[in-house]
């Protein structure tokens, strides 16, 4: 079997417990060093949801997805899933190694479609292949700026939270358990992986202001952050061994198209609001550290939705506007466009699920492009309500809490939270940085406020 059929087959047949999981990742981050890792790169659970899942295989899958020929790493697949169920470490060690000898050994097939499309890197070369890039940002007023950024933090975190329990899940394995989900399944919990990146991104920006470069950044990655996974994992070993950006995202780095970037992105357009430019320019700086090409647009693509979302009500108008701060030859940009494609042709979401999931059922569920085009899809059809946006990725499945967190983000600055979904989370992130495990929503936003006025009078 192929990678990427072992991985849908594996989505395909994981079923969303009756009773969600609680505080689950509190016990995620207990169990890190009982678990011999070898064991938990073959197969582990998603954290707070239960689902399965496998970096392995999605590592053999994603350099499928990059043009690579990887069927003689493919043949070690399904006896490695069966030695790490069997337990067997010593032997599942060996295949480990001759499995990773085989991608090292990997040619690249120049006819695969990965290879019709151009990844700029350098930021000036990536804003010259923007669609009419412009020289500057035009400077809009501001009113009531740090409630929009709070009801930002807040759409996040609820976004987040509510999509948490389904993490990983596919949506007709959802509705099957849960029916229609347009409430918080559990009581929210807000410590998660995703929002520590953007915590320290903020930290970041207070501390070096205009000076702040990926090196900067990177630094704080190793001052700050004890644990991550797939992209920033791999980042995060590269930084310890001298390697920077943006080496520290390409180098031996399979997952760098993955969804890592494009899920911390908002606290860049938070930053530079009304200001799209600029905040596609500070996601390239945050991206590199961990991803490259198509991972590092995608978190521009999420910058630049949120910068806008402050400037512009209409939300497909805003994703059109979106578009052009993005690489014009790039396969993310193509991929954008295929999805608007399908959106724009169909008054049916269902019917246009079904054609978007069959479309990127090749790609890993945590891989950027499945999960963009459950955001467009939740932005484009949610009726601006974000109960309705809420279901609709639901109805997705796949990242559904970094995809919560984004679309979260969108409509909280635009003012359309409720209480039902700002109520229960009240005033408290916990995360699992030193010394930053419990920080206050409206002291986040204060902050953020404080760096983006600083940012506007340059």
Known sequence: MKAWQIERQMRSEAVPPKQPRTRGWQSHLQALTVEDPILSFWHSEVPASGAPTSLCVGMVQSLANKGYRVEEAEAFLLPGLELARQGNIPELKVLTAELLE?????????????????HPLGWEEIRASMAQPPVQDKVFPMVDLEQKILQGWQGQLAGAAFGSPLEGYLGGQIRKVYGVVDHYLTSPETLNDDVVYEIVFLEACEKYGV???????????????????????????????????????????????????????MICGMIAPGKPLEAARLAHLDAVISHSANG??????????????????????????????????SEYCAVVGEILEVLKSTSDSAAAWKALDRRFETYHWIHAYPNIA????????????????????????????????????????????????????????????????????????????????????L
């Not at 470069?213 to 190793?222: G, H, P, V």
């Not at 400037?311 to 993005?326: F, G, K, N, T, V």
């Open 211 to 265: 000076d702040l470069n990926s090196r900067c950044l990177a630094l704080e990655w190793l001052r700050w952050i004890p644990y991550a996974y797939s992209a920033e994992e791999v980042a995060l070993k590269n930084l310890q061994q001298g390697i920077f950006p943006p080496q520290s995202g390409s180098w031996r780095n399979p997952y760098s198209d993955w969804i890592g970037a494009q899920m911390r992105g």
């Open 102 to 118: 085989k991608l090292h050994q990997a040619a690249v097939d120049p006819a695969h479609p990965y290879y019709r499309f151009e």
């Open 296 to 329: 590092v647009y995608g978190e521009m693509f999420a910058a630049v939705l949120t910068s806008l979302a402050f400037i512009e009500r209409d939300l497909p108008s805003l994703i059109e506007q979106a578009m052009a701060y993005l690489p014009q030859k």
């Open 374 to 457: 459950a955001v467009l899809f939740s932005l484009w059809y949610g009726e601006a309500q974000m109960s309705r946006s809420f279901s609709l990725l639901a109805d997705a499945g796949l990242d559904v809490d970094c995809n919560g967190g984004l679309v979260g983000t969108i409509l909280g600055i635009q003012g359309r939270l409720s209480e039902e979904w700002v109520a229960p989370l009240g005033d408290v992130v916990e995360t699992y940085l030193r010394n930053r495990e419990a920080l206050s929503i409206r002291s986040l936003a204060q902050r953020t406020a404080k760096v983006a006025q600083e940012l506007r009078k």
